[in-house]
């Protein structure tokens, strides 16, 4: 019977003032979102594996969660939520060629053998701006992103933000093969670039392209980073992206927000997911991004539709860690209320609780049980962020308690119904 009280490894229970901090934060982000104008969209918590199989999606395919229906299909837990909704949006705005912009929040699921202490079913909060390629759109995601992390609670933070193209036009130049393509990749994915240094003197490259990889550990700060990175490349692709960077910058500084902005051009993902720029959230306390989000331009075109598209996702747990780490107080709504009776003031008790409740009060209405006195009620209201507690000592008066000042008084229901 003790097994049964246990979750699976990587999953776990949340509740109680866990859970209702976890809610108002998550809350708060979403009004962020509706801020900017985003709408909700819920996508199915298992879809068909070829939704996220290959390049559609940010997971490998040894890391999902698979099974079958019973026409023999294979289907996942969702690793990811943008796969599902670049679906959605090819299925439900095949046509449309305005800015499309959905939020959402769910559970993803990975099964990931090499992350072992890491939860295997995360909370993700995120959006999607479809239909729109501009630099402002990609400064304006990322701004959103800063006042989520504000309407958290955090003030320590810092996006750091990359540029896939600007590597991808260094490897077009470079004339690699798709085998030291992925050795690069990896070695500056990874940060080892002791590792990078030595691979590279066994390779036959022109001393410029090896001069530029070299200096990628260096290819990190802030706006006058850009202008090092500027001299370092030839390629098009390459100053293209630099320039876009500049443009997104400005933007931000529109709005103040230069102080939580460096740039990284070291920073990559495994998966050929992303397809401009691309960004990850960070904050003391926890070692990982706790957002993490980009460009991905060809994902919805696997769909059906061609539309360039850019979003995020935080990482609901990570945050909420970090939140804890940094002892930042997230207060508990305190306005609920106990109605305690007995048997006798039954009727009454429930005409009160209802008058309160359509007055839009919180409350929670309790039998009183004769193996329990009324300090017993008291102390489970304390226990449990109360405001406080009405006792019927008759059919019309209560004993007041205030949890707030630990004061008890004595008022008649018609008075109370009157405040």
């Known amino acids: 019977m003790k097994k049964l009280l246990h979750t699976p490894e990587g999953v776990r229970d949340i509740y109680e003032n866990e859970c209702r901090r976890r809610l108002k934060v998550m809350n708060r982000m979403h009004h962020v979102l509706s801020l900017y104008s985003y709408h909700d969209i819920q996508t199915p918590t298992f879809e068909y594996y070829d939704i996220f199989n290959g390049d559609k999606g940010s ?71 479809i239909n729109d390629d501009s630099s402002a759109a990609d400064a304006e995601v990322i701004a ?72 990628f550990e260096q290819l990190f700060g802030g706006c006058e980073m850009l202008e090092r990175a500027r001299g370092l490349v030839s390629n098009q692709t390459s100053v293209n992206a630099i320039e876009r960077l500049y443009k997104v910058y400005k933007a931000l500084s529109y709005s103040g927000y230069e102080q939580y902005i460096t740039f990284d051009f070291a920073l990559l993902s495994r998966y050929e997911y992303y397809t401009g720029i691309i960004f990850r959230g960070y904050t003391y306390g926890i070692g990982d991004a706790v957002v993490k989000g980009g460009r991905y331009n060809t994902l919805l075109r696997q769909y059906g539709k061609d539309a360039p598209a850019i979003g995020f996702a935080f990482y609901i747990d990570d945050l909420m860690l970090a939140i804890s780490r940094q002892k930042l107080e997230i207060s508990i709504d305190t306005t609920d209320s106990i109605i305690l009776y007995q048997i006798g003031q039954q009727e009454q008790a429930i005409r009160f609780a209802n ?65």
Not at 83 to 97: F, L, M
Not at 159 to 188: C, K, M, N, P
């Open 144 to 215: 959103t992103v800063i006042d989520c992390f504000l309407a958290a609670g955090l003030k320590e933070f810092q996006i750091e933000i990359g540029e896939v193209d600007f590597f991808r036009g260094i490897l077009e130049q470079a004339r690699l093969t798709a085998g030291q393509e992925e050795e690069i990749r990896s070695f500056i994915h990874n940060r080892n670039f002791f590792g990078l240094e030595s691979w590279l003197k066994e390779q036959p490259l022109e001393d410029g392209i090896t001069s530029i990889l070299l200096n």
């Open 355 to 419: 008058d309160l409740r359509h007055a839009g009060r919180k409350i929670e209405l309790i039998r009183k049980s004769r193996k329990k006195t009324v300090e017993d009620y008291a102390s489970y209201g304390k226990k449990n962020h109360f405001s406080g507690m009405f006792y019927f000592t008759s059919d019309t008066t209560v004993d007041v308690y205030d949890f707030m000042s630990d004061e008890i008084s004595h008022a008649r229901i018609d008075d109370i119904k009157l405040k």
């Open 59 to 129: 997971a490998a395919s040894d890391e999902m969660y698979k099974f079958f229906d019973r026409e023999n299909h294979t289907l996942v837990l969702r690793p990811d939520i943008t796969p599902s909704i670049a679906r959605c949006v090819a299925k439900y705005y095949g046509d449309e060629t305005l800015p499309i912009r959905l939020c959402y929040e769910g559970s993803t699921f990975l099964n990931t053998p090499n992350h072992q202490g890491k939860l295997k079913e995360v909370t993700q909060l995120g959006a999607e701006l």
